[in-house]
């Protein structure tokens, strides 16, 4: 647990020393929002029923801008290299790194969905269940985008792959949201979807630290 807090320190002291690993997802979304509304216009018919999926695919491509270079710096200073011949887990370390990444990129955006979804006419409980969905998808989306990264680590430019890796395990967080942002529209029950986003997060914080530390050592020892 030592290992653990001392690693989420350093990936917060790394944040503070640059911050435009934080501050770029948030203008991303911004702009992605800002050309959606200009894209569609800005009625509020027209918003108000994409509002809430739009919002979310912005904050969700958001993180891949981040998540590709979330262990290359570790691999060129050799902070990778010691970890992997120390007794220190790579488990806890890949974990500190998602928890790191979930806290300074995705709770500032929280925090700020309310404001957008009041410019983009949702109602109250829309903004309410808006939140609630990123929060039960974000963490998710984090761990997947570190396998991506991880597998990718030793690629010069590896954006685009780890992308390409990524995408395609996004879609049941992103089918399960959308059919909560839909139930809530029409005023049905959104409990089961609350429990399969919760089952995939519980599903991905028992598996996805295992692959991206198995990723990190392979990439360590090559």
């Given at each position: 647990?030592?290992?653990?807090?001392?690693?989420?320190?350093?990936?917060?002291l790394?944040?503070?020393?640059k911050?435009?690993?934080?501050?770029?997802?948030?203008i991303?979304c911004?702009?992605v929002?800002?050309?959606?509304?200009?894209?569609?216009?800005?009625?509020k018919a027209?918003?108000?029923?994409?509002?809430?999926?739009?919002?979310?695919?912005a904050?969700l491509?958001?993180?891949?801008?981040?998540?590709?270079s979330?262990?290359?710096?570790d691999?060129?200073?050799?902070?990778?290299?010691?970890?992997?011949?120390?007794s220190?887990?790579?488990?806890?370390?890949?974990?500190a790194?998602?928890?790191?990444?979930?806290?300074?990129?995705?709770?500032?955006?929280?925090?700020?969905?309310?404001?957008?979804g009041?410019?983009?006419f949702?109602?109250?409980?829309?903004i309410?269940v808006?939140c609630?969905?990123?929060?039960?998808?974000?963490?998710?989306?984090?761990?997947?985008?570190?396998i991506?990264?991880?597998?990718?680590i030793?690629?010069?430019?590896?954006?685009?792959?780890t992308?390409?890796?990524?995408?395609?395990?996004?879609?049941p967080p992103?089918?399960f949201?959308?059919?909560?942002?839909?139930?809530?529209?029409l005023?049905?029950?959104?409990s089961?979807?609350?429990?399969?986003?919760t089952?995939?997060?519980?599903?991905?914080?028992?598996?996805?630290?295992l692959?991206?530390?198995?990723?990190?050592?392979?990439?360590?020892?090559?």
């Open positions: 647990m030592t290992f653990f807090l001392r690693t989420l320190f350093r990936e917060f790394n944040y503070r020393r911050p435009g690993l934080f501050l770029n997802p948030l991303f911004g702009l929002v800002f050309l959606f509304v200009v894209g569609i216009g800005p009625e027209q918003l108000n029923p994409v509002a809430s999926i739009f919002i979310m695919i904050s491509l958001s993180v891949l801008m981040s998540a590709e979330s262990y290359a710096q691999l060129e200073d050799g902070s990778l290299e010691l970890v992997v011949v120390s220190n887990s790579l488990l806890l370390y890949s974990l790194k998602c928890v790191a990444h979930w806290l300074v990129t995705f709770l500032p955006l929280i925090s700020l969905v309310p404001l957008i009041i410019g983009l949702l109602d109250v409980d829309q309410h808006l609630l969905g990123i929060l039960l998808v974000s963490p998710t989306v984090t761990l997947l985008a570190s991506g990264s991880a597998m990718t030793c690629l010069p430019r590896n954006g685009v792959l992308s390409i890796l990524v995408l395609p395990f996004y879609l992103l089918i949201v959308t059919g909560l942002f839909e139930a809530t529209s005023g049905q029950d959104v089961p979807y609350v429990y399969w986003l089952g995939l997060l519980l599903l991905a914080l028992g598996l996805a630290p692959a991206t530390s198995a990723c990190l050592r392979i990439a360590a020892e090559d």
